[in-house]
Nanobody, 118 residues
């Protein structure tokens, strides 16, 4: 099994910044990707950003140029630096990890609330 522990959410004013962290532990070999999704009230969960084991990144169009995902392989931790936050970024942010063990398995963190409001 894989355990994901998220931190760094909170309340921030529009234009502000937050940094989310997600530390993975357990059976974390053969990781394919780590990333962040978010879900706003009444909306489907959507990809925010992801990074592969090789360092390739993928971003939602809505966050390109504002958010940066990074990964510390030694610490099995993925970060999401969020700048120029907007009210529409308000959501619960979930850490995601995909690993290969015969088949692909996806794991989710419990989520951390990000609220952008004045």
């Amino acid at each position: 099994q894989v355990q994901l522990v998220e931190s760094g959410g909170g309340l921030v004013q529009p234009g502000g910044s937050l940094r989310l962290s997600c530390a993975a532990s357990g059976s974390i070999s053969n990781i394919i990707t780590m990333g962040w999704y978010r879900q706003a009230p009444g909306k489907q969960r959507e990809l925010v950003a992801a990074v592969t084991s090789g360092g390739a990144t993928n971003y939602a169009d809505s966050v390109k140029g504002r958010f940066t995902i990074s990964r510390d392989n030694a610490k099995n931790t993925v970060y999401l630096q969020m700048n120029s936050l907007k009210p529409e970024d308000t959501a619960v942010y979930y850490c995601n990890l995909v690993r290969q063990a015969g088949v692909r398995y996806a794991f989710w963190g419990p989520g951390t609330q990000v609220t952008v409001s004045s």
